[in-house]
């Protein structure tokens, strides 16, 4: 789907999925993207939240583009998700907000059908340890989460254990630079390296890795 530099290759018509499911679609803005690449796919999507489900429905009727499928669902408990599987299914930025990766990860490939692939995005340990992560503003009572960073080799096991074969993709490289925000500091910006690179960071101390983990089923 993309070529150097981020570029975005349009694949011929006979290769486009017939149906996409993004999982935590939030206010469906990756889903408006997926449309323009595979305008021939139908479009589905999932959030625990319907306010965000209205928000995509609100944005989609407005560019005068077909409305996904969309469903108010749990990737954790299951309630909710679909029964159907689909050709391709993403997850971009959702799993490090649980502490326990098997069971959304479960519930996640259950839904990737026979020849089809699953792609998570998300910030992923290189090393061999899992991260977790509780925050707490000065002068608040309440924990926040989010920020958890699961191991591979952890992400990796658990495909096999559940039948899927995983490999990771290069780490992503940001290609600008974001600035901070001193309104809020949870809000991730870019430092330089030594070797001219960028990292991305934020007020937790956190150097994040993000990176690509591709899931399909075994042969």
Known sequence: MCGGGGNTKKPSSQNFPKSILDIGCSNGDFLYYLSGIFPESQLFGIDILPSLLEKTKADF????KPIPTLWQGDIVSGEGLP???????????????????????????KMIANGGRGFIMGIFNPYPHDVFIKSRAVGSEHLESGWNMH??????????????????????????DLPKRDDDYLRSWT?????????????????????LLEIKHKA
């Open 61 to 64: 009727q407005a560019r005068n």
């Open 83 to 109: 029964k159907q599987t689909f050709d391709l299914v993403f997850c971009n930025g959702v799993l490090s907000i649980f502490d326990d990766l098997e069971q959304p990860l479960r519930n996640f490939t």
């Open 151 to 176: 191991s591979r080799q952890t992400a990796l096991q658990l495909c096999d254990k559940l039948g899927f074969q995983g490999v990771f993709h290069n780490d992503f490289e940001i290609g600008i």
């Open 191 to 211: 430092i330089r390296l030594e070797n001219g690179k960028r990292a991305i960071i934020n007020g937790l101390g956190l150097l994040l890795h993000f990176s």
